[in-house]
């Protein structure tokens, strides 16, 4: 599918973006140079009548994305998230895309349901509404259960979807190819790795039971957080084209004369969402990556209701850790220790100067903090760390970025309800309490059971693995040289301790 046959849709694009005054605004946020731009404008001034016209009551990207289909709109909001990618300014103007598109009839949704599911729809359902909502990739029915009668969300894909999908994906890789080729050394660039990146968020959106292991995977993370609230998935109404939930009835997060209305205390639902998410992002290292306003309601009895988890985000122990870390020093302006902990994790080449990228480090945090505290935005203040991390030779890390963009979403809910609010007073007690737990002398011992556990594991395995290297390095080297003893003696040792340290569970049992 990859092949010269994508021109034809990439003159489409070229001509939309030139139709809709984009071109350059795209050309410029990824810093393409002179040759990529002359092919471009080669591919789309002359045939500009072909493009779509878009509305023009939207800026230009946007408009022009809007414009080109689903799979465009799917593609500018997973850039809004790669702000090192696309730049600050183009990565905010994608933020607000929209993808509600027409709806498909209410009969063709039931036929899909019928065939994925492999029921009659009035053996699954006794009602059956029209669509209340339609983006993209699906749209999503209000049902009743005919065996219970609880009321559910019916979310099923779109007819052809992924066929349509599969095309402009396709269009995307050659399109990338040829940055490639005329561009290969363009900085902040990286077509391939983007369009990769692209290419998994959309298959994993567009298989439904991914969502529906992700949903079933955050609600056991969560059931014990206080007003938060997650609807259930309802597996055996659930398949890869079709997810059932149970209903969520609330007002939208965003809808303030509503919640004032209902006497919800704006002051405590800010505060309590930007907890929420940096206690699923640094406790359980698995968050919703898409926390805005038209995700999140609010239930009769003021908790917090979450939907839509076709985008999350996945930290590892270890990077949350240094995060921690990094937010934590940051919070007592502790800079060096900042520092200390990019070196210490490895993002920041050893060849660097310490002391120098402290001192950069001071140059972004001291301005913010000079500031009100109900101005300070950690968000603002991770993107100015990257710019200052990338000047040193840090390597972009996907998940940080992706956290890094979540944080920035997360601050604008909670200051739409609660503009006064102090984001670090809210944060500390979160991070201040994860550093308790995840560094120090209980932790250390944790990891140190954890280890043992693994060596444990392997204790069978251990005689025949030391032997074995013991074996080998004779053969490679002289037992009388000079080399031997230094290597040997530390694998030696290592294989004692962890034979000590099966003993020890051994004996603990």
Known sequence: MRGPHNIIRLIRTGATLERTG????????????????????????????????????????????TALGPAYIKFGQVLSTRPDVVGEELAEQLRVLQDKLPPFPRDVAMAEVEKELGQPLDQMFSEFSEPIAAASIAQVHKAKLASTGEDVAVKVLRPGIERAFRKDVDAFYFAARIVQLFAPGARR??????????DGVVRGELDLRLES??????????????????????????????????????????????????????????????????????????????????????????????????????????TRRVYAEILFGFIRRDYKRVAEVHFEAGYVPADQDVDEFARALRAVGEPIFGMDATHISMGRLLNYLFEVTERFGMETRTELILLQRTMVVVEGVARSLDPHMNIWEVARPVVEDYIKQSIGPRAALRDFGKTALVLARFGPRLPDLVENALIAQTRKEDPSGSDFWPKAIPAAIGAAAGAVAVLILSGLG
């Open 213 to 318: 292991s992700a949903a079933s995977e955050f609600a056991a993370n969560t059931q014990n957080d206080e007003g938060f609230w997650l609807p259930p998935v309802v597996w055996s109404l659930s398949a890869r084209r079709v997810m059932t939930l149970s209903w969520a009835d609330g007002i939208p997060l965003g809808d303030n004369a509503a919640l004032d209305a209902a006497n919800h205390d704006r002051r405590d639902l800010a505060e309590r969402v930007l907890r929420l998410f940096l206690l699923h992002a640094l406790r359980d290292g698995f968050f919703h990556a898409d926390m805005h306003q038209g995700n999140l309601k609010v239930a009769a009895n003021g908790d917090i209701i979450a939907y839509d988890f076709g985008i999350m985000g996945h930290i590892d122990e270890y």
């Open 189 to 198: 660039l990286r077509p391939m790795e983007v369009i990769e990146h692209f």
């Open 22 to 65: 984009a071109m350059n605004v795209v050309l410029d946020a990824f810093e393409a140079p002179r040759a990529l731009r002359i092919v471009a404008h080669t591919l789309g001034k002359p045939f500009q009548w072909l493009g779509y016209k878009g509305d023009p009551s939207m800026p230009p990207a946007t408009r022009a994305l």
